[in-house]
């Protein structure tokens, strides 16, 4: 039932993906409530999924890397939603689709991973993953935001005024998405840096893998985005390009657990 369960979520995010594509690429005002429809339902399967996954009912299944890429494709899911109720960003699905089934499918792949050893399994862990996943969660969105903006702004550049230039929200609507989402990330960010740290110094003692300065650089370059969109009045290009690096780090923090993990040293 899991596997069935596991190709019909994939096909539905692939699917919305697909319509998203189109309706950013030539689709029409008719086409808008589709692929939000099918997007949805894919969430619906996911959860479907996810409560499969849980190893008791109302737990969240986040106990090795795979289960953990898993919650976060439903969480960048579930917040690109809640963020269309506040921003007019629904066409940004065409990027929040295929990073939600990117994810998801990486899960598949991880599903030989080794579980959390049971002496670093504490309360101290599960705020750390947590922490993460949501931070990683606000990243996405601050990553998919900046994507639509450097869009946007080559279509302005090149006086592309129609087409997808007219479906993609405003610069202004994507600079504020952008830095709202990096400002509630950075603090989930940094807390999971800490609790990671009290946790791995309790389980490894001075063992140091390479996620965590990996961790360290995605750290740094959003805080370096921060202090710049303040202190040298940063934004746009810049910060989106900075946003965006940020995000590719914090994907390789994942990476880097995921091998750790499939090698057995967790």
């Known amino acids: 039932m899991k596997a069935g369960l596991f190709i019909a979520t994939a096909a539905l995010y692939a699917i919305a993906c697909i319509l998203y594509l189109f309706l950013l690429t030539r689709g029409s005002d ?60 629904t066409i940004l699905g065409a990027f929040i689709a295929p990073l939600s089934l990117m994810l998801f499918l990486a899960s598949g792949l991880g599903s030989s991973y080794a579980p959390v050893s049971p002496r670093v399994e504490s309360v101290m862990l599960t705020l750390h993953i947590g922490a993460n996943i949501l931070g990683l969660v606000a990243f996405a969105l601050a990553f998919v935001a900046g994507i639509a903006y450097i869009l946007q702004e080559r279509l302005l550049r090149r006086r592309q005024l129609g087409g997808a230039f007219q479906r993609l929200p405003s610069l202004d609507v994507l600079d504020t998405m952008g830095l709202r989402a990096v400002l509630v990330g950075f603090p989930l960010l940094t807390f999971g840096m800490i609790t ?71």
């Not at 008791?56 to 090795?64: C, F, H």
């Not at 740094?220 to 940063?234: D, E, P, Q, T, Y």
């Open 196 to 266: 990671g740290t009290f946790w791995l110094l309790r389980a490894d003692g001075s063992q140091f893998y390479i996620s965590q300065a990996l961790g360290l650089v995605a750290w740094g370059i959003f805080a370096g985005v921060i202090v710049l969109r303040v202190a040298a009045g940063w934004q746009g290009r810049k910060a989106a390009m900075g946003t965006m690096m940020g995000f590719v780090f914090t994907l390789l923090v994942l990476v880097g657990y995921a091998v750790r993990a499939a090698a057995g040293s967790v």
């Open 30 to 89: 008719k086409a808008q409530r589709m692929p939000g429809t099918v997007f949805v339902a894919a969430l619906g399967a996911h959860l479907a999924f996810l409560m499969l996954e849980a190893p008791s009912p109302g737990q969240l299944p986040i106990s090795d890397i795979s289960q953990i890429l898993s919650v976060s494709s439903f969480g960048i899911g579930i917040a690109f939603l809640l963020a269309s109720y506040r921003f007019d960003v």
